[in-house]
């Protein structure tokens, strides 16, 4: 390096070097689109035209009476319930089962985590062709159990559709709270699980005083980012039902894109972009406050 | 006794688990290798096999994985290179508003990408970069660059201190201390990076959507989705599509699954 420059110098260029690449690509592509969006949610345009209108809150208050919203809203709210509760749970108990020494743990491991491991659009072509009324394995099974009366038409009735994606949701994204679960049970000492045997413990009471708590740093990343998942959930629905029939699978990831990109509406577009981005910042705002105290304690 | 009982019922109701979890690939498998006729019995067996809807199949698709794979290997070398970049000072150097920049480069992780689309539409067509391959990979690399930077920081920040100071005392400059110590030791958390970012590139959607448009640019997602939603589909050629088109990232997972599962484990910790 220069020989003009002491150690400091040398160091606070160093730093600089390093970080302009991703700083500037953090301001190119995530602070700048965000204020974009913001400023477009506030005008009329149609993504062609020299000028745009200011439109003050109107496309706000033209989302919030609008039925498709409003029917994206609550599959939105739907799948966090499944994504923040049943998930994680299903994971929880697989974890907590093959966390032991046994044969064959490696393999259910691994086999139990391959649908995770695949595109969303591949998991709706697969359960697409599961869910078709006249042939699919769904209804099929149903009908060779002499359950025939609970077939239904599981991604084209309006009132079943939701739970349809659902269960390919639930099958495709399951395997992150296993594998989370699964890591944080290994951080949990045995010794500690055996003294509280020794002490009298049952099976259930180590399970709540001993190991969920050594389980909440596990509980809270998953509560996090499911969440988070759920709200901007976008390629299975699009590609499973691409939020039909009649809005009735919509969420507000497909919202916004039939907005932009079908209608050209972008101011309307960009309102429902900041809906979604304020959902997550409610989220992950007290995540990361958390997330970075833990920094700080590390660094101290 | 009773902990054999215990034992056989704990793997009676794994097998059974798993079975469910796997049954959709199968019945994809099942499908896809049978002649049209057979494909509407969903759960007989082909009477013969035939590999004829794995052809259609591929040719249905084949531009499609050509493409993804010119997108995903160059993004996945360049988002991991940058995010070295950031991940060296924010792990092993301390200074002023290091914490910030990281948090920073964190809600990058958050943000919904719905909410830079539009600006984000805009800007590459700006720049030219609409509906080529180098524009995808300056938009994966951008949107991988938090991730990587996570887990590497996560990964760097393990690298014992000490390992800095001899190597300042030795007269080994910073930069110089990033390219012939750092990268060499981190190499664990840099394959874990790859393995990620592998899959993440190869299964990514929405920008393929809003940023593609010529079927010589289109990543294999497209193709697939385009398939899915035909009115009337031949299952057994889109069910070989679908089992070719998640094949790499299926054997990744299975090659490489310690340091997949590294990998996960570091970021979201």
């Avoid at chain 1, 993504?47 to 609550?74: E, K, T, V």
């Avoid at chain 1, 985590?113 to 359960?127: E, K, L, M």
């Avoid at chain 2, 970049?85 to 943000?111: C, E, M, N, T």
């Avoid at chain 2, 699954?257 to 996960?264: A, I, P, T």
Wanted: glycine share 6%.
């Amino acid at each position: 390096m220069s020989r003009g420059l002491n150690h400091l110098q040398k160091k606070t260029l160093t730093i600089v070097l390093f970080l302009a690449l991703p700083v500037a690509l953090f301001l190119a592509f995530f602070l700048y689109p965000i204020i974009y969006t913001l400023y477009l949610s506030f005008h009329e345009w149609d993504g062609i035209s020299q000028y745009m209108r200011f439109a003050g809150f109107m496309n706000y208050s033209r989302m919030l009476s609008s039925s498709h919203f409003r029917l994206a809203l609550l599959n939105n709210l739907q799948l966090i319930v499944l994504y923040v509760v049943l998930i994680p749970a299903a994971g929880l108990l697989l974890a907590l089962l093959l966390n032991r020494p046994m044969k064959g743990k490696t393999f259910f491991e691994t086999i139990l985590f391959i649908p995770n491991t695949i595109t969303p659009i591949a998991a709706a072509s697969i359960w697409k062709w599961m869910f078709n009324p006249d042939y699919g394995l769904i209804n099929r099974s149903l009908a060779a159990l002499g359950l025939a009366k609970l077939a239904q038409n599981w991604l084209g009735d309006p009132r079943v559709a939701i739970y349809g994606i659902m269960i390919s949701a639930a099958w495709a994204g399951f395997g992150f709270s296993f594998l989370i679960f699964l890591a944080g049970l290994r951080t949990v000492p045995g010794s500690l699980v055996d003294a509280s045997k020794i002490d009298g413990a049952s099976a259930l009471q180590s399970l709540r005083h001993v190991i969920f708590p050594m389980l909440a740093p596990s509980t809270v990343v998953i509560v996090a980012f499911q969440t988070l998942y759920a709200i901007k959930i976008f390629d299975l629905v699009f590609a499973l039902t691409g939020g039909g029939p009649a809005h009735y699978t919509s969420v507000l990831g497909i919202y916004m894109y039939d907005l932009t990109f079908e209608q050209f509406l972008m101011g309307q577009g960009a309102a429902a972009a900041i809906v979604l981005f304020v959902l997550s910042a409610l989220i992950v705002g007290p995540y990361l406050v958390l997330s970075s105290r833990s920094v700080e304690e590390i660094r101290q | 006794m009773k902990k054999r009982v215990q034992l056989a019922g704990l793997y009676a109701f794994l097998i059974l688990v798993t079975l469910l979890v796997i049954a959709p690939l199968v019945v994809a498998l099942n499908t896809a290798l049978k002649v049209s006729e057979e494909v509407w019995d969903v759960t007989s067996l082909p009477t013969r096999i035939s590999l004829r809807n794995f052809i259609e199949g591929f040719r249905a698709i084949s531009r499609g994985l050509f493409n993804s794979t010119l997108i995903t290997i160059p993004s996945m070398l360049i988002s991991t290179f940058v995010g070295t970049l950031a991940a060296y000072p924010l792990s092993q150097l301390r200074f002023k508003g290091d914490i910030a920049i990281y948090l920073l480069i964190l809600v990058g992780l958050y943000v919904p990408f719905q909410t830079v689309l539009i600006p984000l539409f805009l800007l590459i067509r700006k720049l030219g970069l609409y509906d080529t391959i180098p524009g995808m990979w300056l938009v994966n690399t951008a949107y991988g660059v938090p991730y990587t930077t996570l887990i590497l920081r996560n990964f760097f920040t393990t690298v014992p201190k000490e390992l800095i100071e001899a190597a300042s005392l030795d007269g080994c400059s910073l930069a110089a201390y990033y390219w012939r110590i750092l990268l060499p030791v981190g190499k664990i958390g840099i394959a874990a990076t790859f393995i990620l970012q592998f899959r993440a590139i190869w299964n990514e959607f929405l920008f393929g959507l809003t940023i593609t448009r010529r079927p010589q640019i289109m990543p294999v997602t497209i193709y697939l989705q385009s398939f899915v939603g035909m009115t009337d589909i031949k299952w057994g050629h889109l069910m070989a599509a679908t089992l070719i088109a998640i094949l790499p990232t299926i054997a990744v997972f299975l090659f490489f699954k310690r340091h997949f599962v590294n990998g996960l484990t570091g970021v979201y910790k």
